[in-house]
């Protein structure tokens, strides 16, 4: 619902059919170059987010809990970035920019849902190594199947509430006649600068529960990696403690990419102030992150290469085989 205001400063509610998604300025060149852009790290993130989840289906070596959620991992990310990529790349090359109030909210939802989920999700994966870790006697009887899809299932759980919430308290506003959204895609700080009711509940929520996940995701990660730190110390042998160190910064790398960019867009008041600077935060955590997930986990981890691998030569096998 939209606000039209009258001269005479009165208002009146209004029906808003959609809003315009702005995206970023720049002349015809300049938005062929960013679909040019969005396009490669689109087809990167879902070739590489598509890639890890087969090379861990097929592969039998890696039906552990630890590539259980990373399967899950690139499954979040390859559709967190589908919600957000493919409509930015179709306004760049409209000329009209619009979605329906609808697709906005629709698209808002499925992007707080996703993202909410990743944030817990790392600090799941980082629990499992903890636990392999320091308690490797417990570890087949605490991360087993049923245990680890629970802790899935919570992660999914936790970032549809956060969603619920999110969409709930913002696509209640009262918005104003202008429905030019200053961003690429609907996300709560450009559409709380539309609404003419008080946002401060809404960014008071924003802040706190986003604060909240951070927070306590990230004791999560540090308690777990200040213990895993610890036992590594004591290992005598070499080769462990290096196998295990290239698996714990792999994660690592993932973490503190998405928790700061996160931080940077939503847990602290200057959000709410520069969408220029928030638009660039954004590309890096909808594409950029996403794209470099698989690329952390894949270089960095020997199982993952050596399953590449055998997935190649059996390939090569079987076009032999039918040739």
């Not at 509610?13 to 995206?23: T, W």
């Not at 409509?87 to 619009?98: G, P, V």
């Not at 990419?257 to 590309?283: D, H, I, N």
């Amino acid at each position: 619902m939209a606000t039209q205001v009258h001269r005479n400063g009165s208002s009146s509610a209004v029906s808003l059919q959609g809003f315009v998604l702005v995206g970023f300025g720049g002349g015809a060149k300049t938005q062929a170059l960013l679909f040019a852009v969005f396009l490669v790290l689109y087809l990167v993130t879902v070739l590489g987010n598509l890639t890890m989840i087969v090379v861990i289906t097929l592969d039998a070596r890696l039906h552990s809990p630890m590539y259980f959620f990373l399967k899950n991992l690139s499954f979040v990310d390859f559709c967190y970035s589908s919600v957000i990529a493919p409509k930015a790349m179709t306004i760049f090359l409209s000329t009209s920019k619009i979605i329906s109030f609808a697709g906005c909210a629709t698209q808002f939802f499925f992007f707080s849902l996703l993202v909410t989920t990743e944030g817990f999700l790392l600090a799941v994966m980082a629990y499992d190594r903890f636990m392999a870790i320091c308690s490797p006697l417990r570890y087949p009887v605490t991360m087993c199947p049923m245990a680890c899809a629970r802790l899935v299932l919570g992660t999914y759980c936790g970032g549809c509430l956060n969603s619920i919430v999110q969409t709930s308290l913002t696509f209640q506003l009262p918005f104003c006649s202008s429905n030019r959204i200053d961003h690429f895609y609907c996300d709560v700080p450009p559409l709380l600068q539309l609404a003419c009711a008080d946002t401060t509940l809404n960014e008071l929520v924003m802040f706190g529960i986003c604060g909240l996940i951070i927070v306590s995701t990230t004791l999560v990660v540090l308690i777990s990696y200040g213990y895993i730190t610890m036992t590594i110390l004591r290992m005598r042998s070499g080769s462990g403690r290096h196998k295990v160190f290239s698996t714990c910064g792999s994660h690592m790398t993932a973490v503190s990419l998405f928790y700061g960019t996160v931080f940077v867009m939503y847990a602290q008041p200057g959000a709410l102030t520069s969408m220029e600077q928030g638009k660039v935060v954004s590309v890096f955590y909808t594409l950029v992150i996403p794209m470099l997930n698989p690329l952390i986990y894949s270089l960095r981890n020997k199982d993952v290469k050596d399953a590449l691998r055998r997935l190649g030569q059996r390939h090569s096998l079987m076009k032999e085989d039918v040739q």
